[in-house]
């Protein structure tokens, strides 16, 4: 079993930065996808960005150029650098693993972490 415990959350005003982190323990051997995703209230869930056992990194569209998702050398750690924050971008962030994917693009998260709360203001 993996387990996911999400940090770093709280209250910013927009234009500023935030950095969430996500603690991996359990077996991360051979090939994985660990993804950010996020949800706010009356909206469904989205992923953010993702990174696989390569270090190839995925991107939504409206975070690409302002977020960035990373690993720490150990990789026990995953990282959401959120640059530029939006108002419109306040949700609960949930890390999330697959363990056993082919690709990111397929990827199927068994693991999720209990979500980090970020809210962005005027």
């Known amino acids: 079993q993996v387990h996911l415990v999400e940090s770093g959350g709280g209250s910013v005003q927009a234009g500023e930065s935030l950095r969430l982190s996500c603690a991996v323990s359990g077996y991360m051997s051979g090939r994985y996808c660990l993804a950010w995703f996020r949800q706010a209230p009356g909206k469904e869930r989205e992923r953010v960005a993702n990174?696989?056992?390569?270090?190839?990194?995925g991107y939504a569209g409206y975070v690409k150029g302002r977020f960035t998702i990373s690993q720490d050398n150990g990789k026990n750690t995953l990282f959401l650098q959120m640059n530029s924050l939006k108002p419109e971008e306040t949700a609960m962030y949930y890390c999330?693993?697959?363990?056993?994917?082919?690709?990111?693009?397929?990827?199927?998260?068994?693991?999720w972490g209990q979500g980090t709360q970020v809210t962005v203001s005027s």
């Open positions: 990174i696989n056992n390569y270090g190839g990194t």
């Open positions: 999330a693993a697959d363990t056993s994917s082919g690709g990111c693009l397929t990827s199927y998260f068994s693991f």
